[in-house]
C-alpha cells in the first residue's frame, strides 16, 4: 500500500512540477480544443483564400519590383508575435455582431473579385477577412494590438500602385533630368529630347516607366518600416529613417540611369538583358544598405538622447496556449461563414461551355472586306495567354486595311483576365464612342497606341455574357454578375487597329467603325 502511494506520487511529479494529474488533463483537453477550433477555421479560410494566394504568388515572382512580397508574410508573422507576451494578458471579448458583419462583407468582396479576377481588390479583401477574423473571435483590443502585422500585409499586394501610379510620370521627369544633369557634369555631352529621351554622341536611351523608380519605393517601405519599428523607439527617428532611405533610393535611381549611359557612351552593349536587371537591383542594394547603417546610427543617438528610453522587455511562456475564444457562438459564425463562403466561390465558376463556333471558321468575307493573305502589318496581340485568338488583317478594293483581334477566355484568373495589366494601356489615352450596327448600336472606345514613335488608331471592346463594353469597370461588374447569375465568367477582348501613322485625325477610325458594325453580328454567333 505504501509503494502504490509512493507511485501514484512519483507519477504526478512526472506530469508536471506544480500541476496535478486532474490540471494535466485539463490542460490536455483545452489545447485539443484550440487546435480543434483552429483547424475549424483555418481549413474553410485556406480553400477560400487559395486562388488570391496563387495569384498574388505569381504576381511576386513575375512582375517587376514584387519580388519583397515573399517576405512580407513572414515578416508580418514575426511581427505579430512580438505581440504574443501582450495578447496572454488580455482576455478575449469576441465582437459578435460587428465582427461577424465585417467578416460577411470582407468575404463578400473577396468572392466577388475573385469571380471578376481582381487581384488588386482580392488581396485587400483577403486582408480585411483576416482582420474581420480576429475581431469576431477575440475582440477589439486584440484587432488594436495585431493592427501593424495586419496593416504590414499591404506591402505583398499591388493596392499601393495606387499610391504610385500617379508618381510614374513626374519620376520619369525627374529621374531623365537629374541623370542628364549628372552626365553634364561628368563631362559627357547629352541632350534631352522629348523630357525622358537622353540623346548621347553614340546612343540613346529612353526612361521608360518601369525605370522611374517609383515601384522601387514600396520595396523599400517594405523593409524600412519594420525595420524602424523594430529597432527605434522614439517617432523622431523613425521618421527619419524611412523618409531618408526614400530620398536615397531615388538618388540611386538617377545615379543607376547614369552609369547606364556612361557604360553605352563607353560602348557597352546588352543594356536590357541581365546587366540592366542587376543594375536595377543596385537601387535596392544602396536603399537597403542605408537603411541599416541608418537605423544602428539613430539607435545609437536615441541612447544618448534625453527622454528616450527602451521599453522593458515582456516575458512569455513557451508552454502557455492560446486562450480559447469566449463565446462558443462566434467561433461558430466564424466557422459558418468562411466555409458557406468557400463553397459559394467553388459554385460560381462552373466552367464556361466554351466558344459557340471556332474562331478557325471566322469569315474570309465580310461585307466589302476580305483578309489580306500578305499584311504590312500584324495585328496587335494583347492577351497571350487567352485560351483562343484570332488575329487577322482584313482589306477593301481601295486599299483599306483594319487589323481584326480577338482574345477568348474561359475564366477571369490572374494573367487571364479581361481587364488587367495587359489592356492597361488601351485606356490611356481611351474616348468612349458608339458604333452603329445596324439600327442600333455598340458601345467602344477609340484609343492610340504608340509603337515605334508612331501612333496607331485602335478601336476596342469587350464582349461579355452577349453584350459589349466599353468601360473596364462595367466589363469587370458584368463578369462578377455573369458568375452569380450563370456560374460563368468567359469573355473576349476585340481590338481592331489601323496602319501606323504620324497624323491624328478623326477620319483614321472611320474604317474601323465600319468594319465593327459588320463584325458585331458574327460576334455573337461565335461568342457566348
Known amino acids: 500500500m505504501e509503494n502504490s502511494f509512493v507511485n501514484s506520487s512519483q507519477a504526478l511529479e512526472q506530469v508536471e512540477p506544480g500541476r496535478s494529474l486532474a490540471g494535466e488533463r485539463a490542460f490536455r483537453f483545452r489545447h485539443g480544443q484550440v487546435w480543434l477550433r483552429a483547424l475549424g477555421v483555418g481549413i474553410p479560410l485556406a480553400i477560400l483564400c487559395a486562388p488570391i494566394a496563387g495569384d498574388l504568388v505569381d504576381l511576386w515572382s ?134 525622358i529621351r537622353l540623346i548621347l554622341p553614340t546612343v ?61 557612351q563607353a560602348g557597352g552593349k546588352d543594356l536590357h538583358g541581365p546587366y540592366h536587371i542587376l543594375q536595377g537591383l543596385f537601387v535596392d542594394w544602396v536603399a537597403f544598405g542605408f537603411l541599416f547603417l541608418g537605423a544602428w546610427l539613430l539607435g ?3 541612447r544618448v538622447a534625453p527622454g528616450v528610453t ?60 476580305v483578309v489580306d493573305s500578305e499584311p504590312n502589318h500584324e495585328p496587335l496581340a494583347l492577351l497571350p495567354d487567352a485560351d483562343q485568338s484570332l488575329a487577322r488583317t482584313y482589306r477593301t478594293l481601295d486599299g483599306r486595311r483594319v487589323h481584326l483581334y480577338i482574345g477568348y477566355t474561359r475564366s477571369q484568373r490572374q494573367g487571364t483576365e479581361l481587364v488587367g495589366m495587359a489592356t492597361a494601356p488601351l485606356h490611356e489615352k481611351a474616348i468612349a464612342t458608339a458604333v452603329a450596327v445596324g439600327a442600333g448600336s455598340q458601345a467602344a472606345n477609340r484609343t492610340s497606341l504608340d509603337q515605334r514613335r508612331q501612333s496607331i488608331p485602335a478601336l476596342f471592346w469587350y464582349h461579355v455574357d452577349g453584350t459589349g463594353y466599353a468601360g473596364r469597370y462595367q466589363a469587370k461588374l458584368a463578369t462578377v454578375t455573369q458568375a452569380l447569375l450563370r456560374g460563368r465568367t468567359d469573355g473576349a477582348l476585340v481590338l481592331l487597329s489601323a496602319e501606323p501613322r504620324h497624323d491624328q485625325n478623326a477620319a483614321q477610325w472611320r474604317a474601323q467603325e465600319e468594319f465593327a458594325g459588320l463584325l458585331v453580328p458574327l460576334m455573337r454567333e461565335y461568342l457566348p
Open 62 to 195: 513575375n512582375r517587376y519590383g514584387f519580388s519583397h512580397g515573399f517576405l512580407v508574410p513572414l515578416v508580418s508573422l514575426y511581427l505579430g508575435w512580438l505581440q504574443w507576451p501582450r495578447l496572454q494578458q488580455i482576455p478575449p471579448q469576441p465582437a459578435i455582431v460587428a465582427g461577424w458583419l465585417w467578416l460577411a462583407s470582407a468575404t463578400a468582396l473577396l468572392l466577388a473579385s475573385e469571380a471578376a479576377g481582381v487581384i488588386t481588390t482580392g488581396s485587400a479583401a483577403f486582408i480585411l477577412v483576416l482582420a474581420g477574423l480576429v475581431l469576431l473571435l477575440c475582440g477589439y483590443t486584440y484587432l488594436k494590438a495585431l493592427a501593424f502585422p495586419l496593416a504590414y500585409l499591404l506591402f505583398m499586394t499591388p493596392v499601393l500602385d495606387v499610391l504610385t501610379e500617379p508618381l510614374v510620370w513626374p519620376f520619369q521627369l525627374l529621374t531623365a533630368g537629374m541623370s542628364a544633369s549628372l552626365l553634364q557634369v561628368l563631362g559627357i555631352p547629352v541632350l534631352l529630347d522629348e523630357h
Open 300 to 302: 545609437r543617438l536615441e
Open 204 to 264: 540613346t536611351l529612353e526612361v521608360v516607366r518601369e525605370c522611374s523608380g517609383a515601384g522601387l519605393l514600396i520595396a523599400v517601405l517594405a523593409i524600412g518600416l519594420p525595420l524602424a519599428y523594430l529597432t527605434l523607439q522614439a517617432w523622431w527617428s523613425r521618421i527619419i529613417l524611412v523618409l531618408s532611405s526614400v530620398a536615397v533610393a531615388i538618388v540611386a535611381n538617377w545615379v543607376r540611369v547614369a552609369v547606364m549611359g556612361i557604360y553605352a
Open 310 to 369: 527602451p521599453p522593458p522587455a515582456q516575458q512569455w511562456s513557451p508552454g502557455h496556449i492560446p486562450p480559447v475564444t469566449a463565446s462558443p457562438r462566434a467561433w461558430w459564425l466564424a466557422c459558418i461563414t468562411l466555409t458557406a463562403a468557400a463553397l459559394a466561390f467553388y459554385a460560381l465558376d462552373r466552367g464556361a461551355s466554351g466558344l459557340t463556333k471556332d474562331l478557325a471558321t471566322f469569315p474570309a468575307v465580310i461585307g466589302d472586306w
